[in-house]
Structure formats: C-alpha cells, structure tokens
C-alpha cells in the first residue's frame, strides 16, 4: 500500500455511527456490540487504500472485530487485538467462510445430542459464574452445551479455558461461531435483566428469581440462533476475500502491543470512549459463558481503558498529554461537585494515561507515511467539555503523528446519553463523533 502517496482528500469517510448505517447492515450483525462503528465506514476507508501484497491493517481497539473483518475481505492482512477475549470470539465469529454455512445446523444438532448424553456427568463450581443470574439446573445445561463446543470443536477432549493467547489461536471461526450462538442464546435468556442502557445488565435480587429454562428452552433458542446467524452469512459482511490474505485476533493491549517498530500500513480503530462505560460489566454474560470467574473478571475490567474503577495509586498529570487536556482536568479538578478532587480526578488521569500510552505504542507500529484513523466522541465532565478529539491530536502530535484530516458528524444518541444523572448538568448534550486521520511522521 503506497500511503504516503494516497491523497487524504480523496479517502471516502462516512458516518461513523452504526445507527446511520442502512438497517440491512445492522440487521446483518453477528454481535449487537454498542460499541462499533459501521462496517460501510471502515470498508469505504479501506476501498480507497490500495491494497498491495502483505499490507497490513491494524486495529488495536478491535471490538467485534468490524476492521478486520472489512480489511480481510478486500485482501489485506490484518491482525485485531482487543484485551476483552469473549470480543476475540465474536471477530473470530464474523469471519466465518459463508461455505461452512450448509453444516452448521447438523454441526449444533450434533452438539446438542452430545450434550444431552453427558448432561448427568457433569458438575459445576462454587465459581461457576452463570449461577449469578441461572439455577443450577439451567447452569448445568449451559455449561454442558459450552463444554461441548470446547471439546468438540476446539480442544479435542479436554477443555482449554478461553483466556489466553495459546488456547485463542486454537479457535477457528467455525467454533468462534457456535460460541457466538451461544453468547447470543445465553443473553436472550436474561433479557428480562438487560436494561435498555446496554452497557449494564441486572442481576437476581435473590435465588429465587434466577431464570430458570429447561434444558430443551435452551436447545431451541440455540438452534433458533445457529439459523438467524446462519441467515446472516451470505450478506453483505461475508464477501468473498482474496485467498492469500492473513488474519490474527489475539487478546492484547493498546498499551504494550506486540508488534514489532514501523510493521503496520494502516490503522483504523476506535478507543474506548471517556464515559465510564464499563467494557467488561457491559459483556459479563458473554464472560461468563466462557467461565470467566469473578477474580479475572475484576482484573479484566480494572485493565480496560475507560474502565470506571480507579487504582489506589492514580498516574499523574504528564505535560505530553497536551494543554487541552491539562485545562480539562484543572477545571474537573476544581468543580464544585461531589468527587470531582477524588474519584473523577483520579478515574480521568488513569483514562488519559492509557490512552497517551495507547498512541506512543500506536506510533511505534506505524510505518513512516502510513496513516491511523481514530473514531473518537467528545464528551462531559457536568458542564466541562472534554474535548477528547483535540486532546488525542495534540497526544499524537508528541507522538509524531501528524492530524492530516478531521470529519465531525454530530451525533444526537451518544453513550453519553445512557448515563442518565449526567442530564442534570446539561439539558441537550450535543456530542461530535470525530474522524481524525493522521499520518505517521
Ligand atoms: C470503542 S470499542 C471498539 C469497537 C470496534 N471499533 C467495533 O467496531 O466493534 C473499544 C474496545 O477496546 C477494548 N479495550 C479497552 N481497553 C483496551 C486495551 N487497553 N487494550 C486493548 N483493547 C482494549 C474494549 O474491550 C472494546 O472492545
């Protein structure tokens, strides 16, 4: 890919947004992730980037995978990290060949049939984190099915726990997909606890009001998921790709990538956004279909950018960070609201920290002339702009990354908007969702 000689003019950027997307495409996802962008915005980007032999585009803030999946079907190389490993699956998932389609109903039947075989022989631990919102019954049935896709489709017998690289690259996209299905199964079974803020799901206040479907609810909500999702390869995401183009989704982080200096032709991503959404809370059903127990989730969400814990020790303020966000949190900092000095002061130092980190590692991979497109939201402390896409720009500036190109598109729904407490400051929040597109130094 000749990027120093691509005319940033001349590169098609759309909304961004998911909901300006035409509702066939949302239609067609694999994953209801809050969080992506369209794929019509990273492929438009990336038709207009001529691919040449062994380009490689990169997406650090991978999500459901929606830049990798575009990059791979137009024939470039492509590798998607994200640190969340059941959002590893769901990109896994979605570059399912449309080929494999005609087997996946009796690949699930067969599924199914050896889970009802062994339903007696299996057992389940005090940690067992389905039990939060299942009983036992229901939880011994959905481990069951899990365990089988494990052992079936991934392990050969033994089950390997999904929380690592080594077990990850064992994982095809033909049982990425089946523990789609069963992410998607698992939610439509709590959709009773899934408040309309996506970001949050309930929990039982007590025993008693744990759901509880019977094992065959459970297989034919599975089944009935295997043929949506089945459905939905053959559309638009699935196109047929070049043969010879790579893909690797690993579990990793933007702050400590594991990519070697100046290897990367392209970057198209979206950091987490600066709203105290919680990545982890907002996929814990899809962490607990893949047994991630109560301790590594906690660690989990702690190390997610954006995260709304704070550590007992926070960064501190480093000039490299730019003045826009110095100012912005000098005007946190002294807010007269409840906190502002504590929590918000230090929850914001630890988001900024991660993100200058995030964008040295980000320059660090990038080869020279290469360009990096970063979907970034503004947002509100109370009626404090933070100005995110500016205080990014200046991060990457001291990273030697020059801004060569902004889009703004207004954005009337923002995750902002979930957080309802937020509206006391502001009655009409008008937030930008920012393109910004750099070019390596
Ligand atoms: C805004 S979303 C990206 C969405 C993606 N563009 C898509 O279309 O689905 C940000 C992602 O960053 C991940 N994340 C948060 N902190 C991370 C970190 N330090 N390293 C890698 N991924 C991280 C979250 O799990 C989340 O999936």
Wanted: overall charge positive; aromatic content about 10%; proline content about 4%.
């Amino acid at each position: 890919m000749k990027s120093h000689s691509t005319s940033f003019d001349n590169i098609a950027i759309s909304n961004p947004k998911l909901y300006k997307a035409p509702k066939a495409s949302q239609e067609s996802r694999v994953f209801p992730y809050y969080a992506g962008y369209s794929s019509e915005f990273s492929s438009n980007i990336l038709s207009t980037l001529k691919p040449t032999r062994n380009a490689l585009v990169f997406d650090p803030w991978n999500g459901s995978g929606t830049t990798t999946t575009s990059a791979y079907s137009q024939g470039f190389d492509c590798i998607g990290f994200d640190l969340n490993p059941a959002m590893v699956l769901v990109a896994k998932a979605r570059l399912l060949s449309p080929l494999e389609r005609p087997s996946l109903i009796s690949i699930a039947k067969s599924l199914i049939d050896q889970s009802q075989l062994s339903i007696g022989a299996l057992t389940i631990s005090d940690g067992e984190p389905l039990l939060k919102w299942f009983n036992t019954g229901s939880t011994v049935a959905l481990r069951n099915l899990e365990t089988r896709i494990n052992n079936l489709l991934i392990s050969n017998g033994t089950y390997i726990q999904l929380n690592n690289n080594k077990a990850m690259d064992q994982v095809s996209s033909l049982a990425a997909f089946f523990y789609v299905a069963l992410f998607r199964t698992t939610r439509k079974l709590l959709l009773d606890f899934i408040p309309s803020n996506p970001t949050w799901v309930k929990q039982p206040k007590t025993k008693l009001n744990r759901k509880r479907p019977s094992q065959s609810t459970i297989y034919t909500v599975f089944l009935d998921e295997i043929r949506s999702l089945s459905l939905l390869y053959g559309l638009n995401d699935f196109k047929s790709r070049e043969a010879d183009s790579t893909v690797c989704l690993k579990i990793g982080n933007a702050e400590n990538i594991a990519l070697n200096n100046e290897s990367v032709d392209a970057i198209i991503s979206s950091p987490p956004y600066c709203t105290r959404i919680d990545y982890a809370v907002s996929t814990a059903i899809e962490l607990a279909v893949i047994r991630c127990e109560q301790s590594d989730f906690d660690t989990l969400r702690r190390g997610l950018t954006g995260t709304s814990t704070v550590q007992r020790i926070a960064p501190t303020l480093e000039s490299k960070w730019g003045s826009t966000c110095a100012l912005f949190l000098e005007r946190l900092y002294n807010h007269q609201s409840h906190a502002s000095k504590g929590y918000y002061f230090k929850n914001h130092l630890q988001y900024f920290s991660s993100l200058s980190r995030s964008i040295e590692e980000i320059s660090r991979i990038l080869k020279h002339g290469s360009p990096c497109f970063l979907v970034v939201q503004d947002s509100h402390y109370k009626e404090v702009h933070n100005d995110v896409p500016t205080i990014v720009t200046e991060m990457a500036s001291h990273s030697g990354l020059t801004i060569v190109r902004r889009d703004d598109f207004k954005a009337s729904r923002s995750m902002v908007d979930v957080n309802l407490k937020s509206k006391k400051y502001l009655n009409t929040r008008n937030t930008t969702e920012s393109v910004l597109c750099f070019q390596k130094n």
